[in-house]
Antibody
Framework: EVQLVESGGGLGQPGRSLRLSCVTSGFTFTDHAMHWVRQVPGKGLEWVSGISWNSGSKAYADSVKGRFTISRDNAKRSLSLQMNSLRGEDTAFYYC????????????????WGQGILVTVSP | YELTQPPSVSVSPGQTARITCSGDALPKKYAYWYQQKSGQAPVLVIYEESKRPSGIPERFSGSSSGTMATLTISGAQVEDEADYFCYSTDRSGTKRVFGGGTKLTVL
């Protein structure tokens, strides 16, 4: 069974940093790209960032480019999101999501999701 | 790039629910559909426009015509009440976008 478990959320101050992690099990980690998707409570979904199986390709939404950094540790089967220069609009549930393929492609999709973790940015 | 969905759809149990998603790139790009029940993570219900993952009931189906993709739930059940989001990319494949979501009410 595929399992994705996020951690590291909580309260962050504007301008400061938080780091999210996602530990995975139940599938061959190096066969899949991975992503972060966020959701403001009660609102829609927003793709945040993605990383290919070997970290050779990374992509970011315009809203986080230059502030967030995605990374992965294949030995530990884990995915991370370093969130710097936090803003109020970054407040959301953050989901770790498994890609259908290994590379970041144009017809990929998210086939499994973690339960999400809440990040609140407030003074 | 935007994908447009109706905010809400309401049907009685046993009726057919249709949720639409419109986007300029859909004639060239697949649509994907996610179900999100209250307080839970999204679940993939349709991929590559019309394929159903294992474990998803046969009453869920997908189709596409021109700039519109449609998720159809034939014989909707009370347990199908959820928010449904379509997902796709722009023509270049670089913009990964979700629709705004449709709240399905079955009562």
């Amino acid at each position: 069974e595929v399992q994705l478990v996020e951690s590291g959320g909580g309260l962050g101050q504007p301008g400061r940093s938080l780091r999210l992690s996602c530990v995975t099990s139940g599938f061959t980690f190096t066969d899949h790209a991975m992503h972060w998707v966020r959701q403001v409570p009660g609102k829609g979904l927003e793709w945040v960032s993605g990383i290919s199986w070997n970290s050779g390709s990374k992509a970011y939404a315009d809203s986080v480019k230059g502030r967030f950094t995605i990374s992965r540790d294949n030995a530990k089967r884990s995915l991370s999101l370093q969130m710097n220069s936090l803003r109020g609009e970054d407040t959301a549930f953050y989901y770790c999501a498994k890609d259908s393929w290994a590379e970041l492609g144009t017809e990929n999709f998210f086939d499994s999701w973690g339960q999400g973790i809440l990040v609140t940015v407030s003074p | 790039y935007e994908l447009t969905q109706p905010p809400s759809v309401s049907v009685s149990p046993g009726q057919t629910a249709r949720i639409t998603c419109s986007g300029d790139a859909l004639p060239k790009k697949y649509a994907y559909w996610y179900q999100q029940k209250s307080g839970q993570a999204p679940v993939l219900v349709i991929y590559e426009e019309s394929k159903r993952p294992s474990g998803i009931p046969e009453r869920f189906s997908g189709s596409s015509s021109g700039t519109m993709a449609t998720l159809t739930i034939s014989g909707a059940q009370v347990e199908d009440e959820a928010d449904y989001f379509c997902y796709s990319t722009d023509r270049s494949g670089t913009k990964r976008v979700f629709g705004g979501g449709t709240k399905l009410t079955v009562l």
